[in-house]
T-cell receptor
Framework: GEQVEQRPPHLSVREGDSAIIICTYTDSATAYFSWYKQEAGAGLQLLMSVLSNVDRKEEQGLTVLLNKKDKRLSLNLTAAHPGDSAVYFC???????????FGDGTQLVVKP | GPKVLQIPSHQIIDMGQMVTLNCDPV?????FYWYKQILGQQMEFLVNFYNGKVMEKSKLFKDQFSVERPDGSYFTLKIQPTALEDSAVYFC???FGQGEVFFGKGTRLTVV
């Protein structure tokens, strides 16, 4: 079955710096890719989703890159601020409402 | 964005008793999911549900677990009987079809 690895597990950056989180997956049939943000004690907030025909997507200071050849998905927070501090999860699926496989999460801390 | 509501937010129950977790999915969504998260760790897939039927379930979806959505009302997860290891945060999610999956804020279940 699908194996998703996410790194780093912990990331600390200064306000204004960029933060990059990477996930790799194993199933070449994976077609749907998402990033979620989870603040302490809260639910999952969908940040961005891309389909497999998209290599790059940018929205509101977030950039998602998809490298299908290497089976790698990344999230880049440009100019991070303290409000970005949370746990970030990548999530992948084969699409068609198949089960979603999550990475183990990255605890991001943005220091003022 | 679209909201998935979960009721209650916290539930404490005696081991061996039955518990029902309620989820009010996004109104026009057709696919429904339950995930389990222990102590802010990895999100673990339990089950997905469409057109009144379980489509897929994981090995975590024990025989004591059941799901239903009678007449388009709440999508429920029932555990009967509960065990100590069922203590976790349970997240409900829904999607329309080929699109994004939205999660609720979770129900924290404590079995004592």
């Amino acid at each position: 079955g699908e194996q998703v690895e996410q790194r780093p597990p912990h990331l600390s950056v200064r306000e204004g710096d960029s933060a990059i989180i990477i996930c790799t997956y194993t199933d070449s049939a994976t077609a749907y890719f998402s990033w979620y943000k989870q603040e302490a004690g809260a639910g999952l907030q969908l940040l961005m989703s891309v389909l497999s025909n998209v290599d790059r997507k940018e929205e509101q200071g977030l950039t998602v890159l998809l490298n299908k050849k290497d089976k790698r998905l990344s999230l880049n927070l440009t100019a991070a601020h303290p409000g970005d501090s949370a746990v970030y999860f990548c999530a992948v699926s084969a699409g068609n409402n198949n089960r979603i496989f999550f990475g183990d999460g990255t605890q991001l801390v943005v220091k003022p | 964005g679209p909201k998935v509501l979960q009721i209650p937010s916290h539930q404490i129950i005696d081991m061996g008793q039955m518990v029902t977790l309620n989820c009010d999915p996004v109104s026009n969504h057709l696919y429904f999911y339950w995930y389990k998260q222990i102590l802010g760790q990895q999100m673990e897939f339990l089950v997905n549900f469409y057109n009144g039927k379980v489509m897929e379930k994981s090995k975590l979806f024990k025989d004591q677990f059941s799901v239903e959505r009678p007449d388009g009302s709440y999508f429920t997860l029932k555990i009967q009987p509960t065990a100590l290891e069922d203590s976790a945060v349970y997240f409900c999610a829904s999607s329309f079809g080929q699109g994004e999956v939205f999660f609720g804020k979770g129900t924290r279940l404590t079995v004592v």
